[in-house]
């Protein structure tokens, strides 16, 4: 795309949506031979494979979709875009790599992925950062590889815990803090901040601050559960482990 125009294009009209795929040769020549890799030489085990297949689908509805194209008219569907690459690509990517053996303490590198992760995500909902990225192509791909990068690390070294230890869920809860804080924000700060979209939402409904709202909602509500869940089903099942442990109380 030229100077100034973002990677997806100029935002679409409704009536034009669903002609807006992404037929970028060289995003397809990628995402086919990676397709390929996993039909070819796929990972190791039932859950991986199927991990991996998801991971790769959620990739092209994300990238190949016009969901691409209306990330460009509205900041609501580039939240939507940014959650599906850290919320659902990431962890399934993380879970479709090798084994990383038994459960261990994870000590700083936890640490690391969360701040890394936490930064990714903060530096690129920044208006000036957010705005250079949709009108520089190699700043948009540097924001998705980074947003991907660090969380597919988050989620990669929280395997390496322990699934009701406290390394793991404090970093989960880090990230659900987070991730609600950033929302709330985007939900009630009185003006809207993104200037790349003022002229665009409209034709959908929304003004920009309605849009941007919207978007705080999808950061506060819906990218938080994938790390509520991550945290709360162990918790959940070392909890009913402790409960069946207990002796009975004498009647």
Not at 127 to 139: C, S, V
Request: hydrophobic share 60%; charged share 10%.
């Amino acid at each position: 795309m030229g100077e100034g125009i973002p990677y997806c294009g100029s935002g679409p009209l409704p009536d034009e949506i669903w002609g807006r795929w992404n037929g970028d040769p060289v995003l397809l020549g990628l995402l086919a031979a990676a397709g390929l890799l996993i039909l070819l030489h796929p990972p190791g085990g039932v859950r991986r494979k199927a991990c991996a297949a998801a991971a790769w689908a959620v990739l092209v509805l994300a990238f190949v979709s016009p969901l691409c194209a209306l990330s460009s008219a509205l900041f609501s569907a580039r939240a939507l875009h940014h959650l599906l690459l850290i919320a659902a690509a990431a962890p399934l990517i993380a879970a479709a790599l090798p084994d990383a053996g038994p459960a261990r303490r994870p000590g700083a590198g936890l640490l690391v992925a969360t701040l890394a992760q936490t930064a990714a995500l903060w530096l690129w909902h920044m208006p000036g950062p957010y705005a250079a990225a949709l009108a520089d192509g190699t700043l948009y791909w540097l924001m998705q590889a980074t947003l991907l990068g660090s969380a597919v690390l988050f989620w990669s070294t929280l395997r390496t815990a322990a699934p009701a230890g406290a390394a793991r869920l404090s970093a989960l809860l880090a990230m659900v803090m987070q991730m609600g804080l950033l929302g709330a924000l985007l939900t009630f700060v009185p003006a809207p901040l993104y200037a790349a979209h003022f002229a665009t939402t409209l034709p959908w409904g929304l003004t920009p601050l309605e849009d941007q709202q919207l978007a705080g909602l999808v950061m506060w509500v819906p990218a938080a559960l994938p790390y509520l869940a991550a945290a709360l089903v162990p918790l959940a099942g070392w909890l009913a482990a402790a409960h069946r442990a207990s002796p009975e109380p004498q009647g």
